[in-house]
């Protein structure tokens, strides 16, 4: 019998997903299952299929089984905040591997976050309630709340941080500088789709038109590397089901799974371009076998 990772039903009261979903909207959100080779987390001998956000949670309700068998860190204390001598490292001796996703309780944020705990990568998020935030990821999250505006709680933000996913359009127009940040990576199918409206519908989105060009603006002068994800139109529909196109201009007239965008997003940490990398992506008929060869190809066009 192939593995299957245990599941601890006394730890699933305690998996309360953040505001805008039920829990029932949670396990809901994918009615159809991805492949092994997508997650890699989840193997089962019978036929039946397991919805990608299912796997997800039975990864997390493991509880300190799966904390201890996968790496997790320990336990955070239960207001979730870090231990104070954190604060007196230096940043020279900090280590730089964590990935920070901004807006992280938005729906996009969520689903970045659920797929950088499947690659067991180290998560910090930018969160509004960190209660919730705790409740939902546990303690593979380290969850801040605060003013990014405000240049203490930034720096703390930023400790140990390698690569900032800006699932949403915002962040980088409010903020000061992102020392030490070796790569930020901004989904920004806002702009793509934002350009392409007309009539009523560009008026009612012009402020985050605006928004998306400031983010876009400001990362391109930041001289830090980047990747700008330009993406289609982002729908509730499931991801891993479909393929992909990357041809200059659909991003205006296509759409994307939002469960695939934030997929690549996740992807796009490892590929670090020298300067910038920027590309355009869609559902459509062309299938991803190997993602970093993927990536690589398109920046090297690019």
């Not at 039920?22 to 193997?43: D, H, I, K, N, P």
């Not at 320990?74 to 280590?95: F, I």
């Not at 067991?120 to 505006?149: I, N």
């Not at 993406?231 to 479909?242: D, E, F, H, R, V």
Request: net charge neutral.
């Amino acid at each position: 019998m192939a593995g299957v990772l245990p599941c601890s039903s006394s730890t699933l009261s305690l998996l309360t997903p953040l505001n805008f979903h039920s829990q029932e909207q949670c396990r809901a959100l994918y009615s159809q299952s991805l492949s092994t080779q997508r997650c890699g987390l989840f193997v089962c001998a019978a036929k039946k299929k397991v919805s990608f956000t299912d796997q997800i949670l039975d990864y997390i309700e493991g509880g300190p089984k799966l904390r201890k068998w996968y790496g997790a860190p320990e336990l955070l204390p239960k207001d979730g905040s870090v231990a104070e001598d954190e604060d007196e490292l230096s940043e020279g001796d900090e280590t730089r591997d964590a990935v920070l996703v901004t807006d992280g309780d938005s729906e996009m944020g969520q689903m970045v976050i659920l797929s950088l705990i499947v690659k067991r990568a180290r998560v910090k998020a930018l969160v509004k309630d960190k209660r919730a935030a705790l409740e939902a990821f546990g303690t593979y999250v380290e969850s801040l709340t605060g003013d990014s505006r405000d240049k203490p709680f930034l720096r703390r933000v930023l400790r140990g941080v390698s690569t900032v996913i800006c699932p949403n359009e915002g962040f980088l127009s409010t903020v000061g500088s992102l020392k030490g940040v070796n790569h930020v990576i901004l989904l920004s199918q806002q702009l793509s789709v934002y350009k392409g409206a007309g009539g009523i519908q560009a008026l009612m989105k012009s402020n985050a038109r605006k928004l998306a060009e400031e983010d876009e603006s400001i990362l391109m002068a930041s001289g830090i590397p980047y990747t700008i994800i330009r993406a289609g139109s982002l729908q509730n529909s499931p991801g891993g089901t479909q393929g992909f196109s990357f041809e200059k201009g659909t991003a205006a007239k296509g759409t994307l799974s939002k469960e695939d965008a934030a997929f690549i997003c996740v992807e796009a940490v490892d590929a670090v371009p020298k300067e910038r990398f920027i590309f355009e992506v869609v559902n459509g008929d062309d299938k991803v076998s190997d993602w970093k060869e993927c990536l690589n190809r398109l920046m090297e066009k690019s």
